[in-house]
């Protein structure tokens, strides 16, 4: 059964530096998300991206933050300056339509730990 | 806007008895409703959606979910727990927007299953 990957499965950052997570969704599916779960916390919404562009972001998703789908296949997260505070799970997400077809198929994470 | 309330953050039932996980959930629009599963160390699962047609939803693992509008709930239910029932358990409302669905996260309830 096809299902959505992340690299690397825990990454270790200090403080300022860049960080990108990797994402391979599923190979037919046209939207792609990115979540992210801070320990003990809700799991937060942070980014839409269709059709090479972001359709929704929330106010986590600052200037910090960028998204790109570089080729057919990766979907990336790019944190340009960690802070302590990005810490967390980051979850990639991808659904094949919307609406009554639009279940979001999740990957198994990124633990980012920032020091 | 929409939320989420997960009535239980921790559940413990025997194995053999029946399990219910409580949801309510607030929504500007008609909603679809979903419930996810997280295992220990993997990704999030979906076990079962509701999209505006039967209320009474089945999913997988013989899980099934009732929703009624008139009370803003979705709880889920399975007869008989089963020890690989041990999980979190997360209940996401869906607001469709032209190029995304949104989810919005209950803070999930854990399940422990005793033998």
């Known amino acids: 059964e096809p299902e959505v990957t992340q690299t690397p499965s825990h990454q270790v950052t200090q403080m300022g530096q860049e960080v990108i997570l990797r994402c391979v969704p599923i190979?037919?599916?046209?939207?792609f998300y990115w979540y992210r779960q801070i320990l003990g916390q809700k799991v937060e919404f942070l980014v839409s991206f269709y059709n090479n562009e972001i359709s929704e972001k929330s106010e986590i998703f600052d200037d910090q933050f960028s998204v790109e789908r570089p080729d057919g296949s990766n979907f990336t997260l790019k944190i340009r300056s960690t802070k302590l505070e990005d810490s967390a799970m980051y979850f990639c997400?991808?659904?094949?339509?919307?609406?009554?077809?639009?279940?979001?198929?999740f990957g198994p994470g990124t633990r980012l730990t920032v020091t | 806007a929409q939320s989420v309330t997960q009535l239980d953050s921790h559940v413990s039932v025997s194995e053999g008895t029946p399990v219910l996980l409580r949801c309510n959930y607030s929504?500007?629009?008609?909603?679809?409703l979903f419930w996810y599963v997280q295992h220990p160390n993997k990704g999030l699962q979906l076990l079962l959606k509701?999209?505006?047609?039967?209320?009474l939803v089945k999913g997988i693992n013989g899980f099934e979910a009732e929703f009624k509008k008139s009370e803003t709930s979705f709880h889920l239910t399975k007869p008989s727990a089963h020890m690989s029932d041990a999980a979190e358990y997360f209940c996401v409302v869906s607001r469709v927007k032209a190029a995304g669905n949104k989810l919005t996260f209950g803070g999930g309830t854990r399940v422990l299953v005793k033998p």
């Open positions: 929504s500007s629009y008609s909603p679809s």
């Open positions: 190979s037919n599916h046209l939207y």
């Open positions: 509701y999209t505006s047609a039967a209320t």
């Open positions: 997400a991808s659904s094949e339509a919307l609406g009554s077809r639009g279940e979001q198929y």
